[in-house]
């Protein structure tokens, strides 16, 4: 589940600008170490707790039943969808309205871009997990009619088939 990896890192960053453009535009006055520190502690509170929960089977809450119901990708050939665009697009729409939060002097409504880019971390270590327990990596967006689809494929490709001489096939 690479793509929550990277959804979290555009989000993660572009909250960090905006933040960083908050506290210029408040005149760099300096943020308090207990601040810090709690926004901290609470985020890996709700990093822990966003895993627990991702890596149940809840029904709407887990994530181990979607992963368990991918289809397997299609042995056409085909790789999967190079998404470079998608993603350059996504950290610029994340990015311009953090800016703007900042340049408003709201850096602390960027908690939710905060909140929410960890859960992306915690779904993304939970298909880890599943990925490594299972031996296949997981897809998004492999599938046109349904791009919210997961695939899978092995994480490593199948042995080459032999012949009774143990001579390569074709």
């Known amino acids: 589940m690479h793509h929550e990896l990277m959804a979290a890192v555009a989000l993660l960053t572009s909250a960090v600008a905006g933040v960083a453009v908050g506290i210029s535009v408040e005149g760099g006055t300096s943020v308090r170490a207990g601040t810090v520190a709690w926004v901290t502690a609470a985020a890996l509170a ?3 707790a966003s895993v627990r929960v991702r890596s149940s ?3 709407w809450l887990g994530d181990l039943r979607e992963f368990e119901a991918a289809d397997p990708l299609p042995r056409d050939g085909a790789d ?5 665009l ?3 697009l996504r950290f610029s729409l994340f990015l311009l309205p953090s800016v703007a939060i900042g340049l408003l002097g709201l850096p602390s409504v960027l ?3 905060l909140a929410l880019s960890l859960d992306w971390v915690a779904k993304a270590a939970v298909a880890v997990r599943w990925e490594r327990r299972t031996g296949r990596r997981l ?3 492999h ?3 349904d791009p919210n689809r997961l ?3 092995p994480v490593t490709p199948p042995p080459s088939t032999r012949t009774a001489t143990d001579a390569p096939s074709g």
């Open 46 to 48: 709700f990093l822990a």
């Open 57 to 59: 089977r809840l029904k």
């Open 80 to 84: 999967r969808p190079d998404h470079t």
């Open 86 to 88: 998608r993603k350059a």
């Open 111 to 113: 908690l939710v871009a």
């Open 139 to 141: 897809w998004l967006g």
């Open 143 to 145: 599938d046109p009619a």
């Open 151 to 153: 695939s899978y494929s």
